[in-house]
């Protein structure tokens, strides 16, 4: 992260990993089922051999919803759910307010998910992004706290 600055920065796996609080084994599973953001341009058959991925902001976000959703309930993911109903949806309400204002990630009764401001569903799980982004954003400012300072110990130890 060191040097990066903006919503808008790539994150490695392991970032991805700490700043949404999933394990790196679901940031790597939710990748290579296309949740996290479309495959495009990403080379098929690499993922967990080495190649180096960045993850974006938004998906970062979206990783943090699936980690509460996934401690309350059973969601069916599927690549085209995700492309059609959360991915888009999702890019679309970043690219006009960052903070993602008011947008949830809508989890039906049947287990069939998407992004809006609200719904009629009874009993629909509702998990708001708007505190997911700033959880995640929480997260990066206390981690590059701690990196600069480890290198803050490191430059007096040497000197």
Known sequence: ???RTGPRQRY???EASILSGASYRQID???RQGMLGPRQGKPTGLSGSGWKRGFSFPELVLARAYVLAADIAQ????????AETIWKPLLEAYDLDEELDNIRLIVEPEGVACIARTT?????????LTVCARQVRKREIELRWQTSARRAEIVEDDE
Not at 75 to 82: A, G, H, I, M, P
Not at 120 to 126: G, M, R, S, T, V
């Open 1 to 3: 992260m060191t040097g």
């Open 12 to 14: 490695s796996s392991g």
């Open 29 to 31: 599973y939710w990748e």
């Open 75 to 82: 969601v069916r993911w599927s690549e085209k759910n995700c």
């Open 120 to 128: 009629n569903a009874a009993a629909a799980l509702i998990v708001n």
